[in-house]
């Protein structure tokens, strides 16, 4: 991006941030009740447009095959009926948990009587900035909401006819509920000097959140004026300690590889220690590369994988510190929980990592020291997501430790505020 924005691009972005800042005034008085009765009318808004919804994803799509686009990033971008109906249901299932606005964090009675109180309140105005994944568009929206938020919605240009298609279907409810559609704002016009605009509106935006691959998120980390919570991208690990149930191992590594591939919790290096490598790898090679897994393989690796007749490579050190978003994976051999865990906090980016051991002190041991925002024992790295860990749907996965750390939810998108309540009290 270049240092200077278009004055007209600036003025634009800070005339919809003004407007979504008088929206999230409105959303800050609302009651639980009525912010539920809301999200449960846009679910259904967002179904009942499914045909339009789709129309846009199938624009978006083709324009994405004919320019190249990836077949991991057209997983992220595609809808279809059941997707949208998913995502429909990510708002009812934020209708249905706590409100965490007014939560009292703590609270107490002075010596003096003055009695305080730390309470959850909105931040007011949050930016998204994200890339192709549509559903982004309508969890922020519900997040925010129930949260108390405005959002300007910063989508990536290729998914911009479907979040186009989402935006207004949300924007024409809320209307239609007398709310402000402004509460949820899409960011169209300007390229990338909007988006900079946006990094940079300080007094307008409160919080800005990017949401994407590594260059997008360190773009926004390095030039954003407004605080940022970084959702980092994920290079997850899973390290097969001497003690693990292979049987286990194998079908945690495969789940964590291939349910979901191209999404930041997707593992994305296999780890083995040296004592069962030569029982395990021949079993996992060949599940992976059955499943259409292309291993990068360290050199101790190489020959489990000619046998097993995997498609591979051999592995440098970029490799190991790749998130492939695919069917794609690095594996190397270990001498101990030691050297894995050197190789996480070289190669890891702090998102997920996991460990497979029955051993409870080497359970203990790489739950205490791996630096990582979730740290997974015996368990697949795709758990790590709000909805599965209960929380409904999430706004990203954070891998920073100011504020807000792993799946933010709704009590992530809330700052609070001392209430003090004397009686004539002076000092």
């Known amino acids: 991006m270049s240092d200077a924005v278009d004055p007209a691009v600036a003025a634009h972005v800070t005339a919809?941030?003004?407007?979504?800042?008088?929206?999230?005034?409105?959303?800050?008085?609302?009651?639980?009740?009525?912010?539920?009765?809301?999200?449960?009318?846009?679910?259904?808004?967002?179904?009942?447009?499914?045909?339009?919804?789709?129309?846009?994803?199938?624009?978006?799509?083709?324009?994405?095959?004919?320019?190249?686009?990836?077949?991991?990033?057209?997983?992220?971008?595609?809808?279809?009926?059941?997707?949208?109906?998913?995502?429909?249901?990510?708002?009812?299932?934020?209708?249905?948990?706590?409100?965490?606005?007014?939560?009292?964090?703590?609270?107490?009675?002075?010596a003096n009587g003055l009695q305080i109180r730390?309470?959850?309140?909105?931040?007011?105005?949050?930016?998204?900035?994200?890339?192709?994944?549509?559903?982004?568009?309508?969890d922020a929206a519900g997040?925010?909401?129930?949260?108390?938020?405005?959002?300007?919605?910063?989508?990536?240009?290729?998914?911009?006819a479907t979040n186009h298609a989402l935006v207004v279907a949300l924007r024409d409810?809320?209307?239609?509920?007398?709310?402000?559609?402004?509460?949820?704002?899409?960011?169209?016009?300007?390229?990338?000097?909007?988006?900079?605009?946006?990094?940079?509106?300080?007094?307008?935006?409160?919080?800005?959140?990017?949401?994407?691959?590594?260059?997008?998120?360190?773009?926004?980390?390095?030039?954003?004026?407004?605080?940022?919570i970084e959702t980092g991208i994920g290079v997850c690990h899973v390290y097969v300690d001497r003690a693990a149930d292979l049987q286990m191992a194998q079908a945690i590594t495969l789940n964590a590889k291939t349910h979901r591939p191209s999404v930041c919790n997707a593992a994305e290096s296999l780890l083995v220690h040296r004592d069962v490598a030569a029982d395990f790898l021949p079993k996992v090679i060949a599940d992976l590369a059955g499943s259409g897994v292309r291993l990068h393989v360290g050199?101790?690796?190489?020959s489990y994988a000619e046998a097993a007749g995997a498609a591979y490579d051999l592995a440098n050190e970029a490799d190991f510190a790749t998130e492939w978003h695919g069917l794609e994976m690095s594996v190397a051999v270990v001498d101990d929980i030691d050297e894995a865990m050197a190789r996480i906090r070289r190669f890891g980016t702090g998102h997920t990592e996991a460990i497979v051991t029955d051993d409870r002190s080497a359970a203990r041991r790489f739950a205490a020291e791996v630096d990582a925002a979730v740290v997974m024992v015996?368990?697949?790295?795709?758990?790590?997501?709000?909805?599965?860990?209960?929380?409904?749907?999430?706004?990203?996965?954070?891998?920073?430790?100011?504020?807000?750390?792993?799946?933010?939810?709704?009590?992530?998108?809330?700052?609070?505020?001392?209430?003090?309540?004397?009686?004539?009290?002076v000092r």
Request: charged share 25%.
């Open 16 to 110: 919809l941030a003004e407007k979504a800042r008088a929206a999230s005034r409105r959303l800050a008085l609302m009651s639980r009740s009525e912010k539920d009765a809301a999200l449960l009318v846009l679910a259904d808004a967002v179904e009942a447009a499914t045909p339009q919804v789709l129309d846009a994803n199938a624009v978006d799509l083709e324009r994405g095959r004919s320019t190249g686009m990836t077949e991991s990033l057209q997983d992220r971008l595609r809808l279809d009926t059941d997707r949208v109906a998913a995502v429909a249901q990510a708002l009812r299932d934020v209708a249905a948990l706590p409100d965490p606005v007014g939560e009292v964090v703590r609270g107490s009675t002075l």
């Open 118 to 138: 730390q309470v959850r309140v909105p931040m007011g105005v949050i930016g998204m900035i994200y890339e192709a994944r549509p559903n982004v568009t309508v």
């Open 143 to 160: 997040l925010c909401l129930k949260s108390g938020n405005a959002v300007i919605l910063r989508g990536g240009s290729a998914a911009g």
């Open 173 to 228: 409810s809320l209307t239609a509920q007398g709310l402000p559609p402004d509460a949820v704002v899409l960011l169209e016009e300007g390229g990338r000097d909007a988006a900079r605009a946006l990094m940079t509106a300080r007094g307008y935006v409160d919080l800005v959140i990017p949401r994407g691959g590594a260059d997008l998120i360190s773009t926004v980390v390095r030039e954003s004026t407004v605080p940022v």
């Open 299 to 302: 050199a101790e690796v190489r």
């Open 378 to 425: 015996n368990a697949s790295t795709r758990f790590t997501d709000g909805g599965e860990f209960g929380f409904g749907a999430e706004i990203g996965i954070s891998t920073q430790k100011l504020h807000a750390r792993g799946p933010m939810a709704l009590p992530e998108l809330t700052t609070t505020k001392w209430i003090v309540e004397g009686d004539g009290h």
